[in-house]
C-alpha cells in the first residue's frame, strides 16, 4: 500500500477528527501536523485541541490510542441510553 493510501486509511477514523470553528479548520485542512499545532493553538484551550497538542508526532498509533480513549469515554458516559 503506498503511503497516500494509508493516510487516507486513517483521515476519516474517529480519533483523527477533532471539532474547530469552520475558519481554523479550513486553515489546517491539509497541512502537516506541526503547521496544524500552530493553527489548532488559536482555538483558545478546547479540551480536545490541547490533549492533540501534547502530543510530538500524529500517526497511526497516535490516532488509535486517541479513538480507543474517545470509546471508551462515550461507553462510559452513554452506558445508561436505552437500546
Given amino acids: 500500500m503506498k503511503k497516500h493510501q494509508r493516510?487516507?486509511?486513517h483521515v476519516h477514523r474517529i480519533g483523527n477528527l477533532i471539532l474547530l470553528p469552520e475558519p481554523l479548520n479550513?486553515?489546517?485542512r491539509r497541512k502537516g501536523f506541526s503547521e496544524k499545532k500552530n493553527i489548532y493553538a488559536k482555538s483558545e484551550g478546547l479540551r480536545m485541541v490541547t490533549e492533540i497538542m501534547k502530543e510530538k508526532d500524529w500517526r497511526?498509533?497516535?490516532i488509535e490510542k486517541r479513538e480507543s480513549?474517545?470509546?471508551e469515554w462515550a461507553t462510559t458516559a452513554w452506558a445508561d441510553l436505552p437500546d
Avoid: N, Y
Fill in 7 to 9: 493516510i487516507e486509511t
Fill in 26 to 28: 479550513e486553515e489546517a
Fill in 60 to 62: 497511526q498509533q497516535e
Fill in 69 to 71: 480513549r474517545i470509546i
